[in-house]
């Protein structure tokens, strides 16, 4: 290697950032092949650093980097009640969404527009869901509104 100029050396030593193009001198993350500085790794969405932290992997549609929050944040399913997204409860790995007519819902959030009753499970609180002119409703508040729509 003498007689070679520094960045030659540089060149048959070392190799440059995915990110910024700079040569690596200390600890390479590699992803997919690219490598990065750990500076150089992080979170498309809180700029927070990922060297040792667990992220969500690019994809074909989504070349972007992030951190298992902000993905969440970003990607997950929305309640249609309260429009927050349907995040999994602490200690699971997936979240649980409630479907109804095409329209997705955190299991708290699908409740009676009128009472408030839970509206998730037929013969209990509020005996399942009838909607009417689009509100979610149980039977009781459902005949309540039919009798008020249909009185002369």
């Known amino acids: 290697m003498a007689g070679m100029s520094k960045e030659e050396l540089m060149k048959n030593v070392y190799v440059r950032c995915a990110e ?5 001198t200390d600890q390479i993350i590699r992803l997919e092949g690219k490598p990065y500085h750990g500076h150089c790794f992080f979170c498309q969405g809180c700029q927070k650093e990922l060297s040792g932290a667990s992220f969500v992997p690019p994809t074909e549609d ?3 980097i992030f951190c298992v929050q ?3 944040e970003r990607f997950s399913h929305r309640c249609s009640k309260c429009e927050k997204p349907i995040l999994p409860s602490k ?3 997936e979240s649980k ?8 819902y955190h299991v708290a959030c699908f409740k009676c527009q009128d009472c ?3 509206l998730r499970a037929s013969g209990g609180e509020g005996e399942g869901c009838f909607p009417f002119q689009g509100a979610l409703l149980c039977r009781p508040c459902n005949r ?3 009798e008020e729509y ?3």
């Open 144 to 146: 309540v509104r039919v």
């Open 20 to 24: 910024c193009d700079e040569y690596i």
């Open 91 to 93: 200690g699971e790995d």
């Open 70 to 72: 902000c993905h969440q």
């Open 97 to 104: 969404v409630l479907v109804f007519l095409k329209k997705d």
């Open 116 to 118: 408030g009753c839970s």
């Open 150 to 152: 249909t009185r002369p």
């Open 62 to 64: 989504r070349p972007d």
